[in-house]
């Protein structure tokens, strides 16, 4: 299976960077001879533009988010249906930093992530330890936790997506050892296996400080199917570099 790169570019571009970037990206993949599984995850009013610079390439398009209900009054919120109905295939839900700043629990997570199933959005699910949760030696715990709350129910390798993002790494510039990342994706794949029955074929992204130098080395883990880029993500150089260190 092709590895997945996922850029979320979180609250960053405006139309005409955002637009000028995801043709930048399109027009690399079309003149590539290398099959990629990309996807790019603008802030969710530029949706259309970025489906319509991405028309006729192999880049998909998806949300940062989404809420758990169908249409209805939550004000602010976005839909997965409205999502789907604009061309995305893919939803990023529970990242850290929505956990953070909007107090998002497992449940939220695991019901915007059914939503987004519902619909036919293939959901990316993150979950990660805290420095401190790591320092305590919960890593694992908090994890496995995650995974067992905030995954939806009914999903299957080809909906679902894990995106494993120690929140530490996130724009820290620090990242795991490879042999770390190696152990947390195995234990990653166990548990989804164990509460959900999501095994062999389930893709594990490793996101946090992910770029063109050490993508490579990352990639190269087995048990890594991707990876969810933040920073990196927002210039074509950064973002070609680490889809072409993909092995
Ligand atoms: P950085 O790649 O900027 O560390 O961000 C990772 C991330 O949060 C992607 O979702």
Redesign the pocket.
């Known amino acids: 299976m092709s590895k997945l790169i996922v850029g979320?570019w979180?609250m960053n571009c405006l139309a005409e960077d955002g637009t000028a970037l995801a043709r930048g990206l399109a027009e690399k993949v079309k003149q590539s001879s290398k099959p990629s599984d990309l996807a790019l995850c603008p802030p969710a009013p530029l949706i259309p533009l970025i489906v319509e610079a991405t028309k006729n390439s192999a880049v998909s398009v998806g949300g940062q988010d989404c809420h758990w209900e169908g249409l209805g009054a939550h004000t602010g919120d976005v839909s997965a249906s409205l999502l789907a109905d604009l061309g995305c295939t893919h939803t990023?839900v529970g990242?850290?930093?929505r956990r953070s700043d909007h107090g998002e629990t497992d449940a939220q997570v695991k019901a915007k992530a059914e939503a987004a199933l519902e619909v036919g959005l293939v959901a990316i699910v993150?979950v990660g330890e805290t420095e401190a949760q790591r320092d305590a030696g919960d890593a694992e715990i908090v994890i496995g936790g995650q995974i067992a709350c905030s995954l939806p129910t009914g999903g299957t390798p080809d909906t679902v997506v894990i995106?494993y993002?120690p929140v530490w790494?996130?724009?820290?510039g620090r990242t795991p050892s490879l042999n770390e990342i190696s152990a947390i994706h195995g234990f990653i794949r166990g548990k989804a296996l164990e509460s959900h029955g999501l095994g062999d074929g389930l893709q594990i992204l490793y996101?946090?400080?992910?770029?063109p130098s050490n993508a490579a080395e990352i990639l190269a883990i087995g048990d890594v199917g991707g990876a969810?880029?933040?920073?990196?993500?927002l210039t074509v150089e950064d973002f070609w570099g680490i889809i072409e260190s993909c092995p």
């Open positions: 979320n979180k990023i990242h850290s930093e993150c995106a993002e790494a996130i724009g820290t996101g946090g400080s992910v770029k969810l880029v933040g920073g990196a993500s």
